[in-house]
Structure formats: C-alpha cells, structure tokens
Nanobody
Framework: QVQLVDSGGGLVQPGGSLRLSCAAS????????MSWYRQGPGKERELVAT????????NYADSVKGRFTISRDNAKNMVYLQMNSLKPEDTAVYYC????????????WGKGTLVTVSS
C-alpha cells in the first residue's frame, strides 16, 4: 500500500523556522522525484520545491529561493523541507508529492500538514 505521510507543520512566528518531513512507503522511493506543494487560504496549489531521484538536482519556486531547502534520504525513504525566515504568506497546507522519474503517471500525494506563520 502506497503511503506518503507528511508531518512537521505547526504555528511559528514570522522569521522562524520549521522542518517538514515526509515518510514514504509502498513504492520504490529512489525511483521517484519528490516535491513539496502548498495551498494557502483561497489560493491554488503551487509547487514549492522538487528534488530528483538521486538528489542531484533541486528546483524552487522564486518565492522561497534562499529560504527553503529540500533534501532526501533514499536509505530512509524520507524527504524533508527545511523552511527558514518564514513569512505570513508562507501560511498553507504543505503536501508531499512523488512522481516516478520515468513514468509520470505514477503520482502519489500525502494528506498535507498545516503551516501557520503568525505573531
């Protein structure tokens, strides 16, 4: 059974940090590109960051470049999103996503973890 369990969200003050985690199971993790998406209040879901299968390439939305870092541990089937210098506009539900490196039809989602940035 395929599962992506995202966690680590919470309430943080502006300028603070959080680390999101996503635990994968039920598929060959190392063959999947991993991403974090987010959906803020009243907004569409947007891509935040992506890391390729071996972790050699990362890409970020312009709004988070220099503040967020995506990483993965293929031995532990985990992907992370380190978020620093958080802003109120980063408030959203964050979702982990897995897409097969060669077969994009194989696409899985976590249930999301809520990040609230507020004083």
């Amino acid at each position: 059974q395929v599962q992506l369990v995202d966690s680590g969200g919470g309430l943080v003050q502006p300028g603070g940090s959080l680390r999101l985690s996503c635990a994968a199971s039920g598929f060959t993790f190392s063959r999947y590109d991993m991403s974090w998406y987010r959906q803020g209040p009243g907004k569409e879901r947007e891509l935040v960051a992506t890391i390729t299968t071996a972790g050699g390439t990362t890409n970020y939305a312009d709004s988070v470049k220099g503040r967020f870092t995506i990483s993965r541990d293929n031995a532990k089937n985990m992907v992370y999103l380190q978020m620093n210098s958080l802003k109120p506009e980063d408030t959203a539900v964050y979702y982990c996503n897995a897409v097969h490196g060669l077969l994009p039809g194989l696409n899985y989602w976590g249930k999301g973890t809520l990040v609230t940035v507020s004083s």
